[in-house]
């Protein structure tokens, strides 16, 4: 049943388009380690073009501690999601 509603809401996220084709966390086929390959190849890439680079870094860690639920339920309408989804852990 897990893998039902896995699929439903990958195929759903997918079709809308919800999430950018440079997430990496999260999305099948790419990791940690494909985040990193993509993010050295175009400091490279921009270094050998002779660009500046300039990297900033920043800490998410307690970003996502406190949301607000009703901006997280208009999220869940916008992109068509039921507000009354029910989480699983998949």
């Known amino acids: 049943m897990k ?17 950018s084709s440079s997430q990496h966390g999260a999305t099948k086929r790419k990791s ?10 175009e400091v490279i890439g921009s270094i050998d073009e002779g660009r500046a680079v300039d990297i900033v870094y920043l800490d998410f860690s307690k970003t996502f501690d406190h949301v607000s639920h009703k901006i997280f339920v208009e999220r869940l309408l916008k992109y068509e999601l039921d507000e009354h989804t029910h989480f699983l852990s998949l």
């Open 3 to 19: 893998q039902l509603i896995l699929d439903a809401i990958s195929r759903h996220t997918k079709d809308k388009k919800v999430i």
């Open 32 to 41: 940690c380690s494909t985040n990193l390959i993509t993010f050295y190849n």
